[in-house]
């Protein structure tokens, strides 16, 4: 219903609104070729943060997990916000991954890849980590 949205986003939320990302709406959907299997820890998120107002931190630090990567669209939003509560959480490596992440523009994707860059963020390519991590 939008309840728990941003003040200024609320207005997409409500009776008769189509509800841009309300778990049934098309923007909640998963993305083709992503399926969540038995034993994955699925993050219910209602804000930018997957880490603001979630379990995420509890369980990533109890089963050990110092290592964050991310991927996602609304570079500006979403994967920023994301990734910049990853460094205040101290996790040892912040990863994201730039051609698995979008912004509105091309520019805006970019200056906010530079900006995390600055702050010690890892910014490989899918290759470039893969090889890395041996995929």
Same mark, same amino acid.
Request: proline share 4%; hydrophobic share 45%.
């Given at each position: ?9 609320? @207005?997409? =939320? ?17 993305? $083709? ?7 994955? =820890? ?7 943060? *997957? ?5 995420? @931190?509890?369980?990533? @630090? ?8 991310? *991927? ?13 509560? *990853?460094?205040?959480?101290? =996790?040892?490596?912040?990863? +994201? ?5 979008? *912004?509105?523009?091309? $520019? ?10 600055? +702050? ?16």
């Amino acid at each position: 219903m939008g309840r728990d949205v941003e003040i200024f986003r609320r @207005h997409l =939320y409500g009776p008769g609104k189509t509800n841009p990302a309300s778990k049934g709406s098309v923007g909640a959907e998963l993305v $083709d070729g992503l399926v969540i299997k038995e034993g994955d =820890y699925k993050v219910v998120k209602t804000r930018f943060s *997957a880490f603001f107002a979630t379990n995420l @931190h509890s369980f990533l @630090h109890s089963n050990g997990i110092n290592n964050v990567v991310v *991927a996602g669209v609304q570079m500006p939003n979403c994967v920023r916000q994301t990734v910049f509560d *990853a460094l205040s959480l101290d =996790y040892h490596s912040v990863t +994201v991954i730039v051609d698995a992440t979008a *912004a509105a523009t091309p $520019d805006i994707h970019l200056a906010n890849i530079v900006d995390m860059k600055n +702050v010690g963020v890892a910014t490989p390519t899918l290759e470039e980590w893969c090889k890395l991590v041996l995929c």
